[in-house]
């Protein structure tokens, strides 16, 4: 009898951006710096994440953000089908306010996130409960791709990695793969396909 076949989904985070982090910010220059990350270039790939199934792959999902894109490129070919989808974009963030001081990036993007998982400084955001709702949304629609074609790759963002991940897992998918959260991290998750 004829075992199942595994199905794959691949998450990879996108690779550094091109965006400086030295010196001290205040709230402004914060914000900006979070434009900035939203819309610069990424670094230049030396070596792409190994174990991926490139040869397979005709099609990738990214967030519409340029960091996810330019990564899905620079890994699959410029001849790659790109799904660009909104879905797949990364928890908001903004600078929190403390007038005049000026911190070092870290803090403002460790407080920010830190004050948004909490529920403050959530003006004009989509909160953690919506953020975890769409990762659900997000997690469901590569299930289905993965049904269809076998193998699925998302080249996202860490914090929204993490929740689809989370997601999977509990649809009863396995992690056999796990490189960190770091840039250009894979997971890679599997599950026996239904007959």
Request: hydrophobic share 45%; charged share 25%.
């Amino acid at each position: 009898m004829a075992e199942a076949k595994l199905l794959h989904i691949f998450l990879i985070r996108h690779q550094r951006p091109v965006v400086s982090k030295q010196g001290w910010f205040n709230r402004e220059q914060a914000s900006q710096f979070l434009m900035e990350y939203d819309a610069c270039a990424i670094e230049e790939l030396v070596t792409k994440p190994a174990g991926l199934p490139t040869e397979q792959i005709t099609k990738v999902y990214c967030s519409s953000l340029p960091r996810a894109k330019q990564t899905a490129q620079a890994i699959f070919g410029p001849e790659i089908t790109l799904i660009e989808d909104p879905i797949f974009n990364e928890f908001q963030r903004q600078a929190f306010s403390i007038p005049y001081l000026k911190f070092p990036i870290k803090f403002w993007l460790i407080g920010a996130r830190a004050l948004w998982l909490l529920g403050i400084n959530t003006n004009g955001l989509e909160n953690f409960r919506q953020a975890r709702i769409r990762a659900h949304k997000a997690a469901q629609q590569l299930v289905k791709q993965a049904e269809r074609d076998g193998k699925v790759v998302l080249v996202a963002h860490g914090f929204l990695n993490i929740f689809i991940r989370r997601a999977l897992r509990k649809m009863g998918w396995h992690i056999v793969r796990y490189d960190g959260g770091g840039f250009l991290g894979v997971s890679e998750l599997v599950k026996k396909a239904e007959k």
